[in-house]
């Protein structure tokens, strides 16, 4: 006489009567759960039941997982705009303070201690050792930054970037006005310099091509101080 199979769990629930007592019984996994039922030609509808929990329950975690990211992210983009905004504080305050006499030894840290700072440098332009980096556009118009190095009183160098010119002006001849032989008191900003990106050509001291401003090299073709 044949029987009619009762459901897995339901025969599990029997083999774990069955056990001694003190001895665990293991509990299978969905998946082999599932293959054990359908070994034994069980019905395995419950199995199914737990498969919809455990996928209703990894739907609740993502979620909860949504609200967390974006309390998470609007929280870092809070603080990012109070860095920020603090400084663009600091740099308009530097910007805004009296001028200082710019120190004869300049280092590396008097250069970021003193970043977008106004101060006072003396002394002769070396116009032979000018530089052109570019080419620049500035507002569709091609052109180039000039860089000249400034002879101080005690002789050392220091490299100023005087702004931009159109190409027409490449020539020192064609702009007189820019090449004075007396002294000169300036008023300039401090910064330091900018980052090459990948994009950019290396330049080449040899033959004065500048492709950005490269502070090292141009200080060590004019013999300046970076």
Known sequence: ???????????????????????ATRRFPPLQRRWYAQRLGADDSVLTSEWKQLLLSWKTLGLIAIPITAFALGTWQVYRLKWKLALLDDVNDRMHRRPIPLPLHVTADEIARNEYRRVLVHGVFDHAAEMLVGPRAME??????VVTPLVREDGSRVLVNR??????????RARPASQPAEPVTLVVFVRRAPRD???????????????SIDVPRMAARSRSQE
């Open 1 to 23: 006489m044949l029987a009619r199979c009762r459901p897995f769990q339901s025969a599990l629930g029997r083999f774990a009567a069955h056990q001694p007592r003190g001895v």
């Open 140 to 145: 569709g118009e091609p052109g180039f930054i």
């Open 163 to 172: 702004g931009w010119i159109r190409r027409d002006l490449k020539d020192p």
């Open 197 to 211: 990106n990948a994009f950019t050509p290396k330049s080449d001291p040899l033959s004065n091509e500048w492709y």
